[in-house]
């Protein structure tokens, strides 16, 4: 399972997003929205 950091559109913490996937390669899943653990906001995962 890959873990992916993003940052919260509100509150600017660091979130760890779970995907599934390796960390070796560019190859990994991630949910298209997730909540910040800190403020509960809804976050949308970047298209990078």
């Known amino acids: 399972m890959a873990h ?3 940052t919260c559109w509100n509150c ?3 979130c760890v997003v779970h ?3 390796c960390d070796c390669c560019d190859l ?3 949910p298209d929205e997730w909540d910040c653990w800190n403020c509960g906001a809804l ?3 970047p298209d990078d």
């Open 4 to 6: 992916l950091h993003y």
């Open 12 to 14: 600017d913490e660091d």
């Open 19 to 21: 995907g599934d996937g």
């Open 28 to 30: 990994v899943e991630v």
């Open 43 to 45: 976050n949308y995962t």
